[in-house]
């Protein structure tokens, strides 16, 4: 597939969603809700469970896979209480001593108004800066789009897989070819340009794994695999690792 064939395929309704690899990965999920602030957002779905026997923090972004489902998860566009319900999830990981997984699938936040009033770019810069700092380890996973900074709340891991038809982009094909070319027509010239294949940003050395499709029926012993290696590493190397990945990116 060629750039803006791997778009469509990311965005297509027939996808496995972050619940679908939720439920498929771990054991004895429970999930948990709200931000303690506002109220709740079903466009993120957070909780606890084990990954064989390895108790985890799982953080999903979930589109829904009919109309009423899409509707209720708000099309996997999160408002600020969805990032502060990640957000306090992951703190409680930290305070358990529990590694975090994260599944992302997003074509952005939500950019209502609503959601400015309530401090939508606050509450996705506190992902970001609390993650920086997080004292257990952090695995994103792209499960399929990869949109913005709502998808980048969620991805300031020690990882970042990526599947290989999945996109991680600041901004999509179409939204990109409208700003340079007044024109969605040239969304695959921009698709090209923007490099947001799996392929080329584990090339550039923005993400870690590129997920093949034959390997998502045993995902399961891979994230276990990861989170038992990066659980070896001592605390505060961990930190001062994830710290240079991020400085590193574009160098």
């Known amino acids: 597939m060629n750039d803006i064939?791997?778009?469509?395929?990311?965005?297509?309704?027939?996808r496995l969603t972050a619940v679908d690899f939720i439920w498929a990965v771990v054991k004895?999920?429970?999930?948990?809700?709200?931000?303690?602030?506002?109220?709740?957002?079903?466009?993120?779905?957070?909780?606890i469970g084990r990954i064989e026997d390895l108790a985890v923090t799982v953080i999903?972004?979930?589109?829904?896979?009919?109309?009423?489902?899409?509707?209720?998860?708000?099309?996997?566009?999160?408002?600020?209480?969805?990032?502060?319900?990640?957000?306090?999830?992951?703190?409680?990981?930290?305070?358990?001593?529990?590694?975090?997984?994260?599944?992302?699938d997003t074509a952005g936040a939500y950019c209502?108004?609503?959601?400015?009033?309530r401090g939508q770019g606050r509450a996705i810069a506190m992902c970001l800066a609390?993650?920086?700092?997080?004292?257990?380890?952090?695995?994103?996973?792209?499960?399929?789009?990869?949109?913005?900074?709502?998808?980048?709340?969620?991805?300031?891991?020690?990882?970042?897989?990526m599947l290989e038809d999945a996109y991680?982009?600041?901004?999509?094909?179409?939204?990109?070819?409208?700003?340079?070319?007044?024109?969605?027509?040239?969304?695959?010239?921009a698709a090209k340009a923007l490099g947001l294949t799996a392929a080329k940003l584990f090339d550039l050395g923005l993400i870690d794994k590129v997920v093949k499709s034959k390997e998502v029926p045993r995902l399961s012993d891979e994230i276990y695999a990861q989170l038992i290696e990066l659980m070896e590493i001592p605390t505060e190397t961990l930190v001062a690792q994830r710290y240079q990945k991020f400085r590193k990116v574009g160098y």
């Open 5 to 14: 064939e791997i778009v469509r395929a990311a965005r297509s309704e027939n």
């Open 168 to 189: 991680f982009s600041v901004v999509s094909p179409e939204s990109c070819a409208n700003i340079l070319w007044k024109t969605q027509e040239k969304a695959d010239v």
């Open 60 to 104: 999903g972004i979930e589109k829904g896979k009919n109309t009423e489902e899409r509707i209720e998860h708000n099309f996997g566009s999160a408002m600020p209480e969805g990032y502060r319900k990640a957000l306090r999830l992951m703190k409680q990981a930290e305070k358990f001593g529990r590694p975090v997984v994260c599944f992302v």
């Open 112 to 117: 209502g108004i609503d959601a400015e009033e």
């Open 28 to 47: 004895d999920f429970v999930e948990f809700h709200g931000d303690r602030l506002f109220g709740e957002d079903r466009a993120i779905i957070a909780g």
């Open 130 to 161: 609390e993650m920086s700092d997080l004292m257990v380890p952090v695995l994103s996973i792209v499960i399929g789009e990869g949109g913005s900074g709502g998808a980048l709340a969620l991805s300031h891991a020690d990882r970042i897989w």
